[in-house]
T-cell receptor, first 114, second 110 residues
């Protein structure tokens, strides 16, 4: 599992409240990712990081921000949660290079925004 | 990004081989073909990848067409634990991002 943990694993919150999800890895991987997955769909990339303080947007970044102050932690923040952000959020790390990268995923965080 | 096309769903009987197809007619010369699967209520997990030659590992085999416009993931003996959504993804040499499609939902019948 590449030593990836996510916290919390489940969260219920109300519209308009801020929410922060944490991804923690223990193997010093440079690249980290946040995806969301909605029912019946594949994963969509929200943001990713290629090093401490180095981040970039993915396909569905609106309404989300990220921070990476340490190699091992990648935080995803919903500044003001909306019901459309109800989803399962997966963190991942990247191992390898040159097209042979392999991503390893965390167990996911189920977020319900009421 | 080059796209892949997979059937929405497939069924297989337990202990029989399963061939999961993927079409990628616009694949470029530097694109690797990756397969991931997602078991119920879990994150995706890597299965196998290849460039031009067929590949085998402990989980599966990957057969790549000579023109590379299609590939097939082969599970040699399906078990109930192989029931999952299988994603075929193209990864270019310079990219470090995965673009997931809808995948193929594999149902394994006892």
């Amino acid at each position: 599992d590449a030593g990836i943990t996510q916290s919390p694993r489940h969260k219920v919150t109300e519209t308009g409240t801020p929410v922060t999800l944490r991804c923690h890895q223990t193997e010093n991987h440079r690249y980290m990712y946040w995806y969301r997955q909605d029912p019946g769909h594949g994963l969509r990339l929200i943001h990713y990081s290629y090093g401490v303080k180095d981040t970039d947007k993915g396909e569905v970044s609106d309404g989300y921000s990220v921070s990476r102050s340490k190699t091992e932690d990648f935080l995803l923040t919903l500044e003001s949660a909306t019901s459309s952000q109800t989803s399962v959020y997966f963190c991942a790390i990247n191992s390898g290079q040159g097209g042979q990268e392999t991503q390893y995923f965390g167990p996911g965080t189920r977020l319900l925004v009421l | 990004d080059a796209k892949t096309t997979q059937p929405n769903s497939m069924e297989s009987n337990e202990e029989e081989p399963v061939h999961l197809p993927c079409n990628h007619s616009t694949i470029s010369g530097t694109d690797y073909i990756h397969w991931y699967r997602q078991l119920p209520s879990q994150g995706p997990e890597y299965v196998i990848h290849g460039l031009t030659s067929n590949v085998n590992n402990r989980m599966a085999s990957l057969a790549i067409a000579e023109d590379r416009k299609s590939s097939t993931l082969i599970l040699h003996r399906a078990t109930l634990r192989d029931a999952a959504v299988y994603y075929c993804i193209l990864v270019s040499g310079s990219a470090r991002q995965l673009t997931f499609g809808s995948g193929t939902q594999l149902t394994v019948l006892p």
